[in-house]
């Protein structure tokens, strides 16, 4: 079974929650609590993430999450390919499986086979094109804000007012791009709902105010529609 190393007040992490329900993936939950720095120790370091941060999963040696192939599935004959995973010393969990960080990788790996990752090349990449722009220009701002104001209470302090400006001006310019996007689509990459959605809702329903983007909330609402669907508390 896939281990999921996880923070659950983190969208990052409830991405990945939220696309295991979906594809009614059964998993272990490990809770990671970064605010007591336990994603910093040396155990985690060493065996689950060299980069401190969750969502990480581990997958177990020889695993495959999901055979069925549709109509939409893309050649993903080495995904979970046994030696390759053995092979790369990098990713090793101390002989458990295959660590995999990033949420969106994450999601990638997940969804492959799946309807939920087109499998028409130029379908393909614009979901990839979302997922990097969810990492640049929409995650670094909507999350950090959401993360520094409600979590570590930094609004009272002087050297983050001009930083939280910043963010907010950012913020808001990423959801001025998904309104627009969204003016004449109801989701994200080919009119269907995809990873991209899933990635992109994670921290859209839950930073910013939303009521000056009409399209936005029309379309969390269809998000919130797709079975299996889960709230980030559940
Ligand atoms: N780009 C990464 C970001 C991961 C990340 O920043 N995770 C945060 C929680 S949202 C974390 O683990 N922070 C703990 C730390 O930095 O110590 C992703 O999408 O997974």
Known sequence: MLTLYDYSLSGNCYKVRLLLSLLRVPY???DVDIK???SRTDEFLNNVSSNGK???IVIPYGYEHLKRKTDESIDSTSSNNYAESRSDNNSKDNGKGTRLSESNAILIYLSLNTPLLPSNPIEHAQVMQWL??????HEPNI???RWWISYLDKSE???YLDRIVEKQRSGYEALNVMEKHLESRKFFVGNRFTIADVSLYAYT???FSIESFPKVKEWLRRVEEQPGHI????
């Open 205 to 207: 329903h839950c930073g």
């Open 231 to 234: 709230a980030m508390d559940d």
């Open 132 to 137: 990097f722009w969810e990492q640049y220009s």
């Open 54 to 56: 969750v969502p990480t």
């Open 157 to 159: 302090e002087p050297e």
């Open 28 to 30: 272990t939950r490990v």
């Open 36 to 38: 007591k720095g336990e």
């Open 143 to 145: 999350a950090t804000l």
